[in-house]
């Protein structure tokens, strides 16, 4: 099955679970296609109340330099964004094709630029920087020009001043990007060389003394995948790596031996719909879900539960909520219950994670004016861990954003839908409760249960708004019925 008809599928099921008896009837004689575009205003309009509308994020303030020439290859003065909380002040890092930016945005009325460090190589080459920072020092590199370098700058002493500390291509001169491992104080270190070493997959760096890394070691092999001499970005938590191999697909490793690395879990290309350059991705906190972006047009982001591995499923395929065949995901996060996307020409875009396997999106922010090209133009990066909650993106034209999130999607006050019942435990190990709101439903309620393909599978009549039922392992849609009155629930049985 292709991913769009996957997609087709999980909209369609939406409809099919409120709409039982009615729901079987059509998915028993109906195409899937021809479904999807006869009940798309239905999917449109739904009422499903575990989705929730698209909300514009608030613009608080914005930072460019005019005077900041664009790269040769795709016109970006701009490239990575970093956020910084340090003494009392915020801060956004951004990289330009002439260094590194350090845009104070404690004031929303005064957001400008407090300190600036030169980068090693500057001007139109510069298409990359990365950042990431780690006990009061900020890393940063570039992927291009000669005289680039590992910049390490001490933080510590913002808001007055910052200090250069490091700065030398021993380690690196051109490197894509890079992450820190913050468990175990190491530098990832992606599609990297440096001055006396070629260009390979990856090196890891020891900043155990976080002004004279130590290299421990180079990747250039990975089971499975033979030479890769590309890792384009990483994810690294307690020394647990999800590899981005571009083209080759995806690695998770482990490198608690950094001697003897071990795989974990490999996915190719083809072991996936829609698959393509296999860029970036991030995972949830607790673990049990990653969320991989393919940079190619038209490419869908995908959940994928990495729960059991080396089992890797693909949960559901998300995208920026349009159909245009240049939209491109770029970079991705997962914080505190949200996933947020940078999109080259569609802008911030934010998914709720209330259910991992099912993100919905919820907000968005259009931060590009470019129009549609083969180079890559539009937002860059994102970064939503300011204790503030203000969003920064960078986009590779327009500079420095700072967004809030809608009001909606941030109020302490009660707006959630009510879902007139409770399933306990969900997930479940087979054995569940379902406890219906007597405030809503009536006498004579009754259960029915799908499955994921809108079979039915159980019904049940409901005695004192109180049922305890069991299942087999599956993911499931539980609906409620009393006269007209209609709510459905997700169920998870592992």
């Given at each position: 099955m292709t991913h769009k008809r996957q997609k087709a599928l999980v909209k369609i099921q939406g409809f099919l679970f409120l709409c039982p008896t009615l729901g079987i009837m059509i998915m028993k004689y109906t195409p899937y296609y021809v479904l999807a575009i006869c009940l798309g205003w239905i999917l449109t309009a739904s009422t499903d109340l575990s989705a929730q509308e698209r909300?514009?994020?608030?613009?608080?303030?914005?930072?460019?330099?005019?005077?900041?020439?664009?790269?040769?290859?795709?016109?970006?003065?701009?490239?990575?964004?970093?956020?910084?909380?340090v003494n009392g002040h915020e801060y956004g890092v951004i990289g330009s094709t002439q260094g590194t930016h350090f845009i104070d945005i404690t004031d929303e009325s005064n957001i400008?630029?407090?300190?600036?460090?030169?980068?090693?190589?500057?001007?139109?080459?510069?298409?990359?920087?990365?950042?990431?920072?780690h006990n009061g020092y900020l890393y940063g590199v570039s992927d291009?020009?000669?005289?680039?370098?590992?910049?390490?700058?001490?933080?510590?002493?913002l808001p007055e001043s910052i200090d250069v500390?490091?700065?030398?291509?021993e380690f690196s001169t051109n490197t894509h990007n890079i992450f820190i491992d913050t468990t175990a104080n190491r530098l990832y270190l992606c599609k990297t060389a440096a001055l006396d070493l070629p260009r390979l997959g990856m090196r890891i760096l020891d900043i155990s003394n976080p002004t004279q890394p130590e290299l421990i070691y180079t990747l250039n092999e990975i089971e499975g995948f033979g030479t890769v001499g590309t890792?384009?970005?990483?994810?690294?938590?307690?020394?647990?790596?999800?590899?981005?191999?571009?083209?080759?697909?995806?690695?998770?490793m482990d490198f608690t031996d950094v001697e003897n690395p071990v795989v974990v879990a490999s996915l190719f290309p083809e072991d996936y719909a829609d698959s393509g350059y296999n860029h970036s991705g991030y995972l949830t906190e607790d673990g049990s879900h990653y969320y991989l972006a393919d940079e190619n047009h038209g490419r869908d982001i995908k959940a994928l539960d990495v729960q059991n591995l080396p089992d890797i499923f693909v949960t559901d395929y998300i995208d920026a909520e349009n159909d245009s065949p240049f939209s491109i995901p770029h970079n991705l996060i997962v914080h505190d219950g949200y996933l947020y996307g940078s999109y080259y020409y569609d802008g911030l875009q934010v998914w709720d994670l209330e259910d991992p396997d099912h993100p919905v999106n919820v907000a968005y922010y259009p931060t590009s004016s470019a129009e549609i090209k083969d180079r890559f133009e539009g937002?860059?990066?994102?970064?939503?861990?300011?204790?503030?909650?203000?969003?920064?993106?960078s986009d590779m034209q327009e500079g420095l954003f700072v967004l809030e999130m809608p009001k909606s999607l941030t109020s302490t006050e009660e707006e959630v839908a009510f879902e007139g019942f409770t399933i306990s435990p969900n997930p479940s190990s087979g054995h569940f409760t379902i406890q219906a709101s007597e405030m809503e439903f009536a006498t004579d309620v009754e259960v029915y249960i799908?499955?994921?393909?809108?079979?039915?599978?159980?019904?049940?009549k409901m005695s004192d708004n109180v049922s305890s039922l069991f299942l087999d392992q599956g993911f499931y849609m539980v609906a409620l019925k009393s006269g007209n009155i209609c709510s459905t629930q997700k169920l998870i049985v592992r």
């Open positions: 909300a514009e994020a608030t613009l608080l303030g914005r930072w460019s330099d005019p005077s900041i020439i664009g790269s040769f290859n795709h016109n970006n003065s701009y490239n990575e964004v970093w956020g910084l909380a400008h630029e407090a300190h600036f460090v030169p980068g090693g190589a500057q001007g139109g080459i510069i298409i990359h920087r990365d950042y990431h920072d291009q020009g000669d005289e680039s370098t590992l910049q390490i700058i001490d933080i510590r002493q500390v490091y700065d030398s291509g890792i384009h970005d990483a994810y690294v938590d307690d020394n647990i790596a999800y590899l981005n191999a571009g083209f080759q697909g995806m690695a998770i937002a860059w990066g994102v970064y939503p861990f300011l204790p503030s909650g203000r969003i920064l993106v799908y499955t994921a393909d809108g079979s039915l599978v159980m019904k049940d």
